[in-house]
C-alpha cells in the first residue's frame, strides 16, 4: 500500500510551482520590456525582429513563392507592421534614405524623442543630417521616411522570400515521412 503524502509537502510543492509560473509570467514580461525597450533605442532590433517573424511564419504556414497570393499578402501585411514597429531603421536600411536626400558631405542621424504625458510615453524619431562636425544641417520628415519604409519593406521581403522559397524546398520535407505516392 502507497504511503500518502504529508500536508507539508503537499503544499511545498503547490508552492514551488506557483511560484515557477509566476518566474515564467516575469521572464515573459522581462522579454517584452527588453524586445521594446531594444526596439525603440537600438538600430536593428526592430528589423531583425521582423524578418525572423517573417520568416518563422513563411515556414510554418509554408508560403513560399509557389504560392504567390499568398506569399504577396504576408509580404504586404509584413511590410506594413514593419512600417510602423521599425520607423527608426537601421544603418543599412537608412543608407537609400542618405543618397537619396542629405545635402552634400552629411549624414542622417536619428534621435528618438520620449513625451510623457496623461499616464502614457510616445516615441517619435527625429530624422536628421548632420556635417561632420555634428551640425544640424537639414531634417528628414517622418511623412517621408515611414512611406520610404514600406516600400523599402515590400522590395527586402519580396527579395527574401527566394531563399525561404528554396529552403523549404530542399528542406522544408520531413525526413521520417515516407516519400509521396505516384
Not at 12 to 29: K, M, P, T, W
Not at 73 to 98: C, H, Q, S, W
Not at 99 to 123: K, N
Request: aromatic share 16%.
Amino acid at each position: 500500500m502507497k504511503k500518502p503524502r504529508s500536508s507539508f509537502l503537499t503544499v511545498i510543492s503547490i508552492f514551488a510551482i506557483a511560484a515557477a509560473v509566476i518566474g515564467g509570467f516575469c521572464l515573459i514580461g522581462l522579454a517584452f520590456y527588453l524586445f521594446f525597450n531594444g526596439a525603440i533605442f537600438i538600430d536593428g532590433v526592430a528589423s531583425a525582429a521582423i524578418l525572423l517573424v517573417f520568416s518563422a511564419i513563411a515556414w510554418k504556414a509554408r508560403i513560399t513563392w509557389a504560392k504567390p497570393m499568398a506569399a504577396a499578402m504576408l509580404i504586404a501585411i509584413t511590410a506594413y507592421v514593419g512600417m510602423f514597429l521599425d520607423a527608426r531603421g537601421n544603418t543599412l536600411y537608412n543608407k537609400p534614405l542618405e543618397w537619396l536626400f542629405a545635402p552634400a558631405g552629411a549624414q542622417l542621424e536619428t534621435r528618438e524623442i520620449v513625451t510623457h504625458g496623461g499616464g502614457s510615453t510616445g516615441v517619435n524619431y527625429d530624422f536628421r543630417f548632420v556635417d561632420a562636425s555634428g551640425h544640424k544641417v537639414d531634417e528628414l520628415s517622418s511623412w517621408i521616411v515611414v512611406p520610404f519604409r514600406f516600400v523599402e519593406y515590400l522590395l527586402i521581403l519580396s527579395a527574401f522570400m527566394w531563399p525561404l522559397t528554396w529552403l523549404r524546398g530542399r528542406f522544408g520535407r520531413s525526413q521520417w515521412l515516407p516519400p509521396p505516392s505516384r
